[in-house]
């Protein structure tokens, strides 16, 4: 089998989460014909009745117009979805095993679906790893399950590349369309032409295309995240200094190094740290790859100590306030690991509330979409319908999630409800100058005298 020359058209995509789903839904809003496929069954119906399955700005809307146009439907059979396309991209979920190294169960798992329905195929496929895995995985246990799975020699019989996704949450459906850069790795000429072909035909010109190794590809996934993860531990380290020093503000400091080009503003902001199901993740993972390579990668240990101590630094603050913790309230604002999201993982706000909740303080939440937190240990933890009743009587609140309607608080509405006015900006969104003198305001990291 060689492949046929014709434009590739039809897509499918195993794996509909945040990756899976905006790519699935990107490629139809530019004409391609998409499978997505799930083997969650209320996911395929929630999909194909033109809805989201979860909280993506615009995604719910990009899905009705997708299946609308004929462009879009989800299929919960991936042999079905892989024969009846020309490229599959493989976006199930890379979670984190318990030492810290990559649970690949589901990588391979759908490798070898994907492998079984290209046995019954007739003609050339491509497959594109989108999901994030330490180097050597595609070219070692993916193409081991693909071409055992299939009979077929990968390269010649079927092509095999791999593409980081560089999407964040919150913003997945643009950061889709106009990524920085376009990354492919190939393991062989013919499958990298043929992936660069379809990728500058659906980005258009512009947009930076790298064709490279598949390790290299991806590494670069990594070497991306980790460096964002030591951007956002950078900028907690200064404030925690700042934090000492009477009339530093980190804020007015990383505006000043941010404006450096060599630097840049961005994933300067210091707070209560990272969280997510990426920066956390792919942090240890790498940690824990170079650790096997034989290199103990102290950087990268060291920023995760920074953040895993971010976030207990803001509860500290909070019980430093408090005194006796017993009988008094904590209002937290925000539970999302970011804005835009209702995705909890590794949010900063599991370990503030667990701090609290420990000491005996009686702890309440309000996020605009995330309504509770059903992992064990938060039990106890409230959750008011609205910003006002979740403020009302606290003894201290807590930012945790720079939500849009957060930032238009006032002072007052701190002052009227709260039996202590005392704020701690665990995310850095209210200029303390303008927050009257009522307010007791901290902010977190910044050492104000
Ligand atoms: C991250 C990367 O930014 C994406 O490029 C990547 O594709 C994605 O992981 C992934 O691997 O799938 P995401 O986890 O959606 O995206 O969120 P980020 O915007 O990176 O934020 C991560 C965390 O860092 C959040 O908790 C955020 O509050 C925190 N953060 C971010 C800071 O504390 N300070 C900052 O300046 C920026």
Redesign the pocket.
Known sequence: MTAHENVVQRISIVGTG??GLSTAVCFASRGYDVIASTRNEDKVRIINAKRAPFHEPGLDEAVRTSIESGHLRAEIDRSEAVRQTEVTFLTVGTPEKADGTVDLRYVINASDDIGRALQLKNAYHLVVVKG?VTPGTVRGPIKAALEEASGLVAGRDFGLCMN?????????IR?TLHPDRVVIGEYDEQSGQRLADLLAGFYGPGIPLLRMSLESAEMV?YA??TF??V??SY??EMANICERVPGVDVSEVMAGVGLDERINP??????????????PK?TKALCKFAEVQGYSAPLLRATLAVNQAQASHVAQLALATLGEPRDKKVALLGLA???D?D?VR???SLIVARALLKVGAHVSAFDPVVKRISLPGFEGLEYPPSISECLAGAHCCIVL??WEQFKQLTSDDFTQSMATPVVIDG?RIFDPHEFGSRLTFLAVGVGRG
């Open positions: 945040y990756v994030t980081p996704e560089f999407l964040r949450q919150g913003s997945a950061d996934k991306s995240n964002l993860a951007k956002i900028a907690n961005r994933f300067l902001n210091a707070g209560a740290g990272f969280g997510g199901s990426c920066l792919d690991f970011k804005p999201t995705d590794e949010a900063p999630t720079e995310r």
